[in-house]
T-cell receptor
């Protein structure tokens, strides 16, 4: 059974550009959530999707957005990149919702120069 | 606002010792608590999940306990090995949002 797959693994972008990250959840999982990990702030929740609907959102600016497709795959978009957006972005999938175990992908390392 | 704290931030112990990692959270209204392991530059590996109605979970040399009323959880690692060296993260889940602690960096000395 394949795990959570995130692409690409590494990305270098220039300030002001935009970027799209992809996450394919474990087969059968319908909930996908996104997290940003930085050395200073640790892991912070971005947003969570279930059946193509955003159910919860963290405290990030509107430059951070996401969506989920009918096959549960999810994308995260960051527009007008800033140096401070450099981080490891992690995606997690779970079967349904809060009572179920979350499984994480290997992450996408984004570097903004 | 839920806050998760992990103490200590870093820990070095000789191989073979048993050890305990601590996690505390401020809001006891959680659905579950999960312990993860993270190796440098990698994603998170789920170790143990404890539902809010449970007191503990065991997997191999790992045992996690949960005291929801006091807002505490511990991860016990028996007979530590160099391969256990990693960062261990505690996370609480409520309303489809996971709140993480900053982690404990564990180094097992050969």
């Amino acid at each position: 059974k394949a795990g959570v797959t995130q692409t690409p693994r590494y990305l270098i972008k220039t300030r002001g550009q935009q970027v799209t990250l992809s996450c394919s959840p474990i087969s059968g999982h319908r909930s996908v959530s996104w997290y940003q990990q930085t050395p200073g702030q640790g892991l912070q929740f971005l947003f969570e999707y279930f059946s193509e609907t955003q159910r919860n959102k963290g405290n990030f600016p509107g430059r951070f957005s996401g969506r989920q497709f009918s096959n549960s795959r999810s994308e995260m978009n960051v527009s007008t990149l800033e140096l401070g957006d450099s981080a490891l972005y992690l995606c997690a999938s779970s079967l349904a919702s809060s009572n179920t175990e979350a499984f994480f992908g290997q992450g996408t390392r984004l570097t903004v120069v | 606002k839920q806050e998760v704290t992990q103490i200590p931030a870093a820990l070095s112990v000789p191989e073979g010792e048993n050890l305990v990692l601590n996690c505390s959270f401020t809001d006891s209204a959680i659905y579950n608590l999960q312990w993860f392991r993270q190796d440098p530059g990698k994603g998170l590996t789920s170790l143990l999940l404890i539902q809010s109605s449970q007191r503990e979970q065991t997997s191999g040399r790992l045992n996690a306990s949960l005291d929801k009323s006091s807002g505490r959880s511990t991860l016990y690692i028996a007979a530590s090995q160099p391969g256990d060296s990693a960062t261990y993260l505690c996370a609480v889940n409520r309303d489809d949002k996971i709140i993480f602690g900053k982690g404990t960096r564990l180094h097992i000395l050969p």
